[in-house]
């Protein structure tokens, strides 16, 4: 069942996306992700000698901050900074530089920038950012969310104004499972494999499998055009240097 959105695009069409990297010079590495009004800013500082108290010093922390654009952090910024954290800790080569900290700073750009449109756009800026930092990945991630309405249709990448009249939704985190920044020939790293399939879910409200299967079957879609654009906009300068950090 086709349903009409105020904006005019299709149920499996994206907003409009831009990004940009190295945006913040005082960074190791930076990028900024837009998709339509939605706008986020991240920044990558590392990696620093050192890991905090309860980290394990055997590999490389991953350290997430959330900034809000006005305000002080609230429940669910802290619970976003939980998932980047295991998400961009699923695709780092934490084993390269052991003992260490990368800091990732995120921080929504734009006032209309709310809602959980948000987490997929500071994974996908996180995820540009960490690339244009040099830090060794073993593959790219791209996020999406996929929403339910009452009706049981399926919408990709919700506006806030569709957002609130929603049933359920999803955000999905995917690997780039195509291209691997890792050098060539490279499947695994270590005893690692590259990771296949879904990485990261987090859904809310109520959905049945079948929706969820639904949303799994467009979100899968959806991140081949992500990964494409991402690796467009990265750049080759940030994957040559994943190669020479790894082969030192």
Not at 67 to 74: A, L, R, S, V
Not at 116 to 128: E, G, Q, R, T, Y
């Amino acid at each position: 069942m086709e349903i009409d959105r105020p904006d005019g695009r299709s149920p499996n069409q994206l907003r409009p996306l831009a990004c940009s990297c190295s945006v913040l010079h005082r960074a190791h590495g930076s990028s900024s992700w837009a998709q339509g009004e939605t706008k986020v800013l991240a920044a990558v500082y590392g990696p620093k000698a050192g890991t905090k108290k309860n980290e394990n010093p055997v590999k490389a922390s991953i350290e997430v901050i959330w900034k809000p654009k006005t305000g002080q952090i609230g429940k669910v910024e802290k619970e976003y900074e939980m998932i980047l954290k295991k998400t961009l800790e699923s695709i780092c080569i934490r084993t390269i530089y052991p003992n260490t900290t990368t800091s990732v700073i995120v921080q929504a750009s734009f006032v209309l920038s709310t809602g959980n449109m948000l987490l997929p756009c500071a994974i996908n800026a996180a995820c540009a950012a960490l690339v244009d930092a040099g830090i060794p990945l073993k593959h790219l991630a791209v996020a999406i969310c996929c929403s339910v309405t009452d009706s049981g249709s399926i919408l990709l990448d919700p506006t806030k104004d569709e957002e609130e009249k929603l049933k359920a939704l999803a955000n999905l985190v995917f690997p780039n499972a195509i291209v691997s920044v890792l050098p060539d020939r490279s499947l695994q790293v270590g005893s690692e494999p590259m990771a296949h399939g879904i990485m990261t879910s987090v859904t809310q409200g109520a959905m049945s499998a079948d929706d969820y299967l639904h949303c799994l079957e467009r979100g899968r879609a959806a991140s081949a055009r992500l990964s494409e654009f991402l690796r467009k906009n990265v750049g080759l300068k940030s994957t040559t240097t994943f190669e020479r950090a790894i082969k030192d």
